[in-house]
């Protein structure tokens, strides 16, 4: 029996076509032909091919998600991309900011520790009630340095006083 097919047009990116055929269309006998193929078809219709103009802001818009350990949820109002493209231009200078401020703050404190010594910011944390081990462990973690460089510089042969 020949029963009439019908065209479906499927857009959208690339990499999620897979998911899309999983979840819809795989249970229906199909048949997949180039879309390009189909245009000549339709007047006045080409296929666009350039680049993506927003797919730096959507990269840019993914970091920001990751960095603030977030879940994108669905938008409660309607903007046109130019606007959301601000938005998020906006905030990822203002969180590439704060992360350089957060490195210049840690670099300082570093260097604030740095100007101890390493028996003075033992026993720094010692006086808070921390017993040994923990107090190694966070002086390291200030300096930046593993456990075993503080260890070999206080029990070590060249013993820092």
């Known amino acids: 029996m020949i029963e009439k097919m019908k065209l479906l047009h499927i857009t959208g990116p690339r990499d999620d076509i897979d998911r899309v055929m999983d979840a819809y269309i795989s249970r229906y006998e199909i048949h997949f032909e180039n879309a390009a193929a189909n245009l000549s078809s339709i007047p ?7 680049t993506n103009v927003y797919k730096d802001t959507f990269a840019r818009a993914k970091q ?3 960095y603030v350990k977030g879940e ?7 903007m046109k991309p130019q606007e959301a ?17 957060r490195e ?10 740095e100007s101890m010594s390493i028996a003075e ?12 081990k923990a107090a190694m462990k966070q002086v390291a973690k200030d300096r930046g340095v593993g456990k075993r460089e503080i260890y070999a510089k206080l029990h070590g042969p060249e013993r820092e006083t």
């Open 44 to 50: 006045d219709a080409r296929p666009f091919a350039g």
């Open 64 to 66: 920001l998600w990751d």
């Open 72 to 78: 994108p949820t669905a938008a409660t109002e309607k």
């Open 85 to 101: 493209e601000k938005i998020i231009d906006s905030a990822y200078d203002l969180a590439k900011e704060i992360m350089l401020r």
């Open 104 to 113: 210049e703050l840690r670099q300082e404190e570093i260097a604030a520790w």
């Open 121 to 132: 910011h033992m026993e720094y944390y010692e006086r808070q009630g921390m017993d040994g």
